[in-house]
Nanobody
Framework: QVQLVESGGGVVQPGGSLRLSCAASGSISSIYDMGWYRQAPGKQREFVAVITSGGRTSYADSVKGRFTISRDNAKNTAYLQMNSLKPEDTAVYSC????????????????WGQGTQVTVSS
């Protein structure tokens, strides 16, 4: 019953900031990469940022210099700090994570959260 739950979405003005959280719970042996994606209405889901278990990060060009991904391994939680938000950042933001379950030996599987709405508007 591995589950990812996002929080922190909301409505902000252009130039504002939001901090999203993604908490993993359930029977977990290991969490490898954790990342964020977003999807705007009528658009394909796009990659935003990813962080490895060792702390290496990668970002989409559209958010470099504005967004920061981090993680707290003790809490099984990833974060996305979003600064200098633009209207084009408006989307449903979803967390994903590559997780090996703790019950039996198995290949890691990708899990997704339910998504949280971020709206940037004046």
């Amino acid at each position: 019953q591995v589950q990812l739950v996002e929080s922190g979405g909301g409505v902000v003005q252009p130039g504002g900031s939001l901090r999203l959280s993604c908490a993993a719970s359930g029977s977990i042996s290991s969490i490898y990469d954790m990342g964020w994606y977003r999807q705007a209405p009528g658009k394909q889901r796009e990659f935003v940022a990813v962080i490895t278990s060792g702390g290496r990060t990668s970002y989409a060009d559209s958010v470099k210099g504005r967004f920061t991904i981090s993680r707290d391994n003790a809490k099984n939680t990833a974060y996305l700090q979003m600064n200098s938000l633009k209207p084009e950042d408006t989307a449903v933001y979803s967390c994903n994570a590559l997780i090996k379950a703790g019950t039996i030996v198995a290949a890691p599987m990708m899990y997704w959260g339910q998504g949280t709405q971020v709206t940037v508007s004046s």
